[in-house]
C-alpha cells in the first residue's frame, strides 16, 4: 500500500543551522508529494509541493526535491531560525486516491537560539 | 478569508456522555476531511465527504463514531458514547476538489478530553 516514512525526532538545532528531515515514500505510480508544517497550537499548514519526477517545491527558504530513482523527497532549509520550531509532515496523494492524502507521522523541530 | 472554522476548541467531557465536533468549509470548497491525531498513532483520516457525500470512512474507529455533512457549509462529529481513548485533537480539512492546486487547508482544531 501506500506509505510515508520520515526521520524519527525530536530534531534539535541551533539557530542557523543546515536542516536536513528525510522523507521517503512508497506508492503505486507517480504521486504528488508535500510537505506540512503544524505550529504549536495550529493546525497544518500546506508548505510546498512537487507533482512529478524532479521537480523542487520551495517556500520561506525550505526546499525539497521529488526523486523518482530514491522515491524520496528530503526537506531542507540553509539557515533555521527560531520562528521554524514546529512539526513537519511529509505526505503524498496518488491520482487514484481521489482526495485522500497520507501523511508520514510527523517530525518535531526544535530550534534554540 | 476566514479559513475552516471548528467548534469547540477545547471539550472536555467525561465518560459515556455524547460528543460533538463542528465543522464550516472553507466556501466554495467541495472536499471535506475529519482527522484525529494523537501522540501515539499521529494524524489519522478518519472520513472525508466529496460534495456532501461520504466518500471513504474506513478509518472511523467504531460504531460510536459517525459524521454528517448535511449541506456544504457544514459537518458535524459526534462521538456517543465517549470514552477516555477518544481524547485526541481532532482537525477537520477542506479542500477544492478538481482544482488546480492540492492544498488541503486544516482548521485549528478541537482539542477533545475525555475523563
Known amino acids: 500500500g501506500n506509505s510515508v516514512t520520515q526521520m524519527e525526532g525530536p530534531v534539535t538545532l541551533s539557530e542557523e543551522a543546515f536542516l536536513t528531515i528525510n522523507c521517503t515514500y512508497t506508492?503505486?505510480?507517480?504521486?504528488?508529494l508535500f510537505w506540512y508544517v503544524q505550529y504549536p497550537g495550529e493546525g497544518l499548514q500546506l508548505l510546498l509541493k512537487?507533482?512529478?519526477?524532479?521537480d523542487k517545491g520551495s517556500n520561506k527558504g525550505f526546499e525539497a526535491t521529488y526523486r523518482k530513482e530514491t522515491t524520496s523527497f528530503h526537506l531542507e532549509k540553509g539557515s533555521v531560525q527560531v520562528s521554524d520550531s514546529a512539526v513537519y509532515f511529509c505526505?503524498?496523494?496518488?491520482?487514484?486516491?481521489?482526495?485522500?492524502?497520507?501523511f508520514g507521522p510527523g517530525t518535531s523541530l526544535s530550534v534554540i537560539p | 478569508d476566514a479559513g475552516v472554522i471548528q467548534s469547540p476548541r477545547h471539550e472536555v467531557t467525561e465518560m459515556g456522555q455524547e460528543v460533538t465536533l463542528r465543522c464550516k468549509p472553507i466556501?466554495?470548497?467541495?472536499?471535506l476531511f475529519w482527522y484525529r491525531q494523537t501522540m501515539m498513532r499521529g494524524l489519522e483520516l478518519l472520513i472525508y465527504?466529496?460534495?456532501?457525500?461520504?466518500?471513504?470512512d474506513s478509518g472511523m474507529p467504531e460504531d460510536r463514531f459517525s459524521a454528517k455533512m448535511p449541506n456544504a457549509s457544514f459537518s458535524t462529529l459526534k462521538i456517543q458514547p465517549s470514552e477516555p481513548r477518544d481524547s485526541a485533537v481532532y482537525f477537520c480539512?477542506?479542500?477544492?476538489?478538481?482544482?488546480?492546486?492540492?492544498?488541503?487547508?486544516f482548521g485549528p482544531g478541537t482539542r477533545l478530553t475525555v475523563l
Open positions: 466556501s466554495g470548497h467541495n472536499s
Open positions: 465527504f466529496n460534495n456532501n457525500v461520504p466518500i471513504d
Open positions: 480539512a477542506s479542500r477544492h476538489s478538481g482544482s488546480s492546486t492540492d492544498t488541503q487547508y
Open positions: 506508492a503505486t505510480g507517480y504521486p504528488s
Open positions: 505526505a503524498l496523494r496518488t491520482k487514484t486516491s481521489y482526495d485522500k492524502v497520507i
Open positions: 512537487a507533482t512529478k519526477a524532479d
